[in-house]
């Protein structure tokens, strides 16, 4: 298949994917995704024109068809956002290995957006991004599939024993088992020398996030947990698609 219909048949999909993650993120944890959407506000089962990605929205003005109740922004910004892995790496990637980057990157949205809401991260979703990650290195980098293994046993015990050492100290919860699966995910991706990096930029990127909930809410917000899947999901992106700060 041409590089230019591969992107071309990813850019008419996001709509669509977005769409799906959106249902994703709401129903995690509660309901299966197959069951039929209906209106948050008046229960009404919507029809498929209520569901044509972000045209339905406009068409509505942001409104519930049936009982005119604001529908929020949420669902027209997850269809948006997956437009975002698309285009980002399409700067760099091209052929099958942008499919595989969308779909991962689409995986990581979905992660992150789902421990923003609830501080969960579900093992429907951690564990095939860890076999995922195994597979993308077998097809594109066989000779490296130890290092893509070596980085998700790692990442699982780094973080589950960090997260064990904070409760024995602490008395409370500081790093969940999801976020251990998170990693180990992400290790499957960029293999034990990305890991690292990783971690590094989902530090300083959870840094600049309490920081700024700090100044927006408040002090008192420190004080709070804060989910650590989106600065992971968004550091162990960059990782995926440049590499380790100090390459192999």
Known sequence: MPDELILLS??????????????VIMRSGRETILGRSRC???????????LIPL??????????????????????????????????AATIQQGWLLIVSAVFGWVLIA?????????????????????GGLAASAIYEPAAVLDHVIGAGAG?????????VYRRLRGREGLGLGDAKLVAGLGAWVSWEGLPTVIFIAALAGIVLAAARALLFGKETL???????????????IV?????????
């Open 10 to 23: 990813l850019v008419i999909a996001f709509p669509f994917i977005g769409s799906f993650l959106g249902v």
């Open 40 to 50: 948050d506000t008046c229960g009404h089962t919507l029809g498929w024109h209520d």
């Open 55 to 88: 045209l339905s929205w406009v068409a509505n003005w942001g409104r519930c068809r049936y009982c005119h109740a604001r529908t929020g922004f949420f669902y027209p910004a997850v269809e948006l956002s997956a437009a975002v892995p698309v285009i980002w």
């Open 111 to 131: 992660l992150a957006w789902i421990d923003a809401r609830t501080q969960r991260l579900p093992d429907a979703l951690t564990l095939p991004l860890a076999v």
């Open 156 to 164: 699982f015990a780094a973080f589950w024993g960090l997260g064990l």
């Open 223 to 237: 004080q709070g947990r804060l989910a650590f899947g989106p600065p992971l999901a968004l550091a162990g992106w």
């Open 240 to 248: 995926w698609l440049y590499g380790p700060l100090v390459p192999s």
